[in-house]
C-alpha cells in the first residue's frame, strides 16, 4: 500500500522538527480560551508559504490534532472549553477538578484522545474511497436535522433540568439569529449597532462559560479569604493508563460516535463530542453519575472528538467538501500549495498526501507524549493559585481572547453581556452549554433549512 511506501519521508529531520514544534503548539493554542482550532489552523497558514507542500501541510494538520486536544486544558481546569469541541468534555471534566482530581481528568483526556485520534486517522487511511460515497448521501435536509439533534441532545445531558436545558438551547438559536440575515439580507433583532454582524460565537463561548467562572471564583475568594479554589489530589499515570483501557465501552462510543459525525460535511467535533457523551450516559446503567464527575464522560467526549479528525478530512480530500470548520481552513491551505482535492491527490500528488496523513498518525504520539507531560504541572499550577488571582487572570484572557477575533471593542461587550446574563440564569439552574451549541449549530440549521426549501 502506498501509505507504507511514503511513510518513510515523515520520520526525516525536516519533518519530524515540524511535528514536534507543531504539535506543542497546538496544545498551547488550544488551551488558550477562544482560540479554537479553527482559528489557530488559520493563524499559522502565512507560516507555510515559504515551506514546500508536504512540510506546510504537516504544520497544519499536526496543530489541527494538537488543538482539538488542546482545548481540553482549560475546560477541564478553569470550565472554560478551549473550543466548541470540548464543550462535552467540561460537563465530568471540571466536576472531577472540583473534586480534586484534575490530573486524573487530563490523563483520561490525553490517553483518550490518543486511542481515538489513532483509530480516527486510519479509518481515513483505509477507508477513503467508501466513506467519501457516504458524505455524499448528507444532504440539506439531513444536516439540518442533525443541527437541530444535537442542540435537543446536550438540552437533555448538560443541564440539571430537560426543560430547562431545551429553554438554554432554544435561547442559543435565537440569539444565533441576531444580525444580517445571510439568505434574505434583512436586519433581524438588530437592537444596537454592536451585533449588526451578529453574535460571534466565539465572543459567545468565552462570555457564557468564563464570566460565570469569574463571579465564582470572587464569591469563592471572599468566602475563604485565602488558598486556592480547590484542593488537589495526586493521582499516577499507569493507574489512570490502566482504567482508561478498561473502560472499553466508553472509548468504543466515543470512537465510533467520532468517526460517524466526522464524515458528515460541517458537522464538526462539537456533535461528535455530544453525540458521544449521550450514548455513553444511556449505555451506562448509572446517568445519574454524569455531570458529577464521571471519567467515562471524559473518555467518550475526548475520543470522539479526536476521532473526528481523520474522517473529517475523507470527504475534504476526495471531493473537495470540508467535514469540518477546520477542514475548511485545511482546504485553503491545500489550495494555496497548489494541490486540488480528488484522486490527483492519490496519484499524481501521492508523496504529499501520504506524508500528510502518515505526519497525522505520528502526531497523535507526539501530542499524547506532551499532553500527559503537561498534565501533573498545569494542575498543580492551575490549582494552587489563589482564587482572587485566577479570577484577574481568566478575566484578562477573556478579554484578549474575545477582542483578539475581530479587533472589536463589540465583541467584548457581547461577551460581558452574556457573561452576566449566564450568571444569574445559573443560578436558576440554567446551563451554558446547550446555549453555546444552540449559538454554533443555529446558523447550520438555518442554512440547510433554507437551502432546502429551495431545492424542494
Known amino acids: 500500500m502506498e501509505f507504507f511506501q511514503f511513510f518513510g519521508d515523515v520520520l526525516t529531520l525536516e519533518i519530524m522538527v515540524v511535528l514536534v514544534l507543531a504539535t506543542g503548539a497546538g496544545l498551547v493554542l488550544g488551551a488558550m480560551p477562544g482560540l479554537s482550532p479553527t482559528m489557530a489552523v488559520a493563524l499559522l497558514i502565512p507560516f507555510t508559504f515559504h515551506m514546500d507542500s508536504a512540510t506546510g501541510l504537516v504544520l497544519l494538520g499536526a496543530v489541527y490534532t494538537a488543538t482539538v486536544a488542546g482545548g481540553a486544558i482549560s475546560g477541564i481546569l478553569v470550565n472554560i472549553p478551549g473550543a466548541p469541541a470540548n464543550i462535552a468534555t467540561v460537563l465530568d471534566g471540571h466536576p472531577m477538578a472540583r473534586q480534586g482530581r484534575a490530573s486524573e481528568a487530563l490523563h483520561y483526556c490525553f490517553i483518550s484522545s490518543f486511542i481515538g485520534g489513532v483509530i480516527g486517522v486510519l479509518v481515513l487511511i483505509f477507508f477513503t474511497p467508501p466513506l467519501a460515497e457516504l458524505a455524499l448521501a448528507f444532504g440539506p435536509a439531513e444536516l439540518f436535522w442533525i443541527a437541530i439533534v444535537g442542540v435537543t441532545v446536550i438540552g437533555s445531558v448538560g443541564s440539571k433540568s430537560v426543560v430547562k436545558g431545551l429553554l438554554s438551547g432554544a435561547a442559543g438559536l435565537w440569539i444565533s439569529t441576531i444580525g444580517i440575515s445571510p439568505i434574505f439580507g434583512e436586519a433581524r433583532f438588530v437592537f444596537t ?24 471564583l470572587m464569591v469563592t475568594a471572599r468566602e475563604k479569604n485565602t488558598g486556592s479554589l480547590y484542593s488537589l489530589e495526586s493521582h499516577r499515570l499507569f493507574d489512570s493508563i490502566r482504567y482508561n483501557l478498561r473502560r472499553i465501552k466508553a472509548l468504543v462510543v466515543g470512537t465510533v460516535s467520532g468517526i460517524v459525525v466526522g464524515i458528515i460535511p460541517g458537522a464538526g467535533g462539537q456533535i461528535a463530542g455530544l453525540v458521544a457523551y449521550d450514548q455513553v450516559r444511556k449505555f451506562s446503567g448509572e446517568p ?6 464521571e471519567p467515562d464522560g471524559v473518555i467518550a467526549a475526548e475520543s470522539a472528538n479526536n476521532a473526528m479528525v481523520g474522517p473529517s478530512l475523507v470527504p475534504l480530500l476526495t471531493l473537495g467538501v470540508p467535514g469540518s470548520p477546520t477542514a475548511a481552513v485545511l482546504l485553503g491551505g491545500l489550495l494555496i500549495n497548489g494541490l486540488f482535492p480528488g484522486p490527483d491527490l492519490f496519484t499524481v500528488h501521492a508523496q504529499v498526501t501520504w506524508t500528510f496523513i502518515g505526519a497525522l498518525l505520528v502526531a497523535q504520539g507526539l501530542m499524547v507524549v506532551m499532553g500527559l507531560g503537561l498534565s501533573r504541572t498545569s494542575s498543580h499550577w492551575v490549582m494552587r493559585v489563589p482564587s482572587h488571582y485566577m479570577a484577574a487572570a481568566v478575566t484578562v484572557l477573556a478579554v484578549i481572547g474575545t477582542y483578539s477575533i475581530q479587533n472589536s471593542y463589540s465583541d467584548v461587550l457581547v461577551m460581558a453581556v452574556l457573561g452576566a446574563v449566564m450568571y444569574v440564569g445559573s443560578r436558576y439552574g440554567f446551563s451554558a452549554a446547550p446555549m453555546v451549541l444552540g449559538i454554533i449549530l443555529g446558523p447550520i440549521a438555518e442554512d440547510n433549512f433554507q437551502m432546502g426549501k429551495m431545492i424542494a
Not at 462570555?207 to 463571579?215: E, K, R, T
Not at 445519574?288 to 464527575?293: H, I, T, V
Open 193 to 216: 449597532d454592536h451585533v449588526t454582524g451578529g453574535v460571534h460565537v466565539v465572543a459567545a463561548l468565552i462570555g457564557l462559560f468564563a464570566i460565570p467562572q469569574v463571579f465564582q
Open 288 to 293: 445519574d453519575r454524569f455531570g458529577k464527575g
